[in-house]
């Protein structure tokens, strides 16, 4: 069995968790904010049979969409005296950061 820690950009999450839910993939659904642009993300726990791993890596490829943005980088620290224009830096976002874990003991409390 493993655990799949998902990490994706909200606005991928919609799709990707009603495509899981029609496969009958059962998960924990957590708010999160990265850490480089605090943009709103979506943390899924996927527990899954290691025989469906490849089915829900194919779900994560196929909602999780990446994108091209432009971000302005942090200002320096200037003299009151100086000027400084920052340009625009190419990011890439979305997608979809994935681990992959051994599940060493799995049990249902009732």
Known sequence: MKL???????????PLVGALLD????????????GFLREANVTLLVGVQ?????????LL???GQARVRYVNPLMPIVEPA?????????????????FVLSVERYERVA
């Open 23 to 34: 496969r009958g993939f059962f998960f924990a659904q957590i708010d999160s904010t990265g």
């Open 82 to 98: 100086e000027f400084h224009v920052a340009s625009p830096v190419e990011v890439y976002v979305g997608g979809a950061t994935v």
């Open 61 to 63: 490829r196929q909602h």
């Open 50 to 58: 290691t025989a469906l791993l490849p089915e829900v890596l194919r």
């Open 4 to 14: 799949i820690v998902a990490v994706i950009q909200e606005r991928d999450a919609d």
